[in-house]
């Protein structure tokens, strides 16, 4: 949660805290995406942006880390802070998200 190149990133290092209308829009994000791999969306929805959802779910990452004050050094908070640095850099490459998540999780390091 200390990398520079999150989004919620303060100009000099420091940590901005999310906000609470922020995380509602990327819990919708990640909402929405769940409910279109379940075949629960309308029928006029149009495909996810991968990258856009996995954005979303390492920025709701990154708040429980905040608002848990987790040591993004030891314990549960580096592996937060491991899940949440994958998925904002994730970029798709022909290979679904759920794929990708699955393998960095069971695998323990994140494969670019």
Do not use: C, W
């Not at 040591?71 to 949440?84: R, S």
């Not at 490459?93 to 999780?105: I, L, M, N, P, R």
């Amino acid at each position: 949660m200390d990398s520079e190149s999150h989004k919620n990133t303060g100009s000099h290092g420091e940590e901005k805290k999310i906000s609470t209308s922020e995380l509602m829009a990327s819990a919708k994000i990640v909402a929405e995406a769940a409910q279109s791999s379940l075949g629960k969306g309308s029928a006029d929805q149009k495909p996810m942006d991968k990258a856009k959802v996995a954005e979303a779910a390492g920025d709701l990452l990154d708040a429980v880390g905040q608002y848990a004050k987790l040591d993004d050094q030891k314990g549960l908070g580096q592996y937060v802070d491991k899940a949440a640095d994958y998925l904002h850099g994730y970029h798709p490459k022909g290979h679904d998200a759920a794929t990708t998540a699955s393998t960095f999780f069971q695998t323990g390091s994140s494969q670019r």
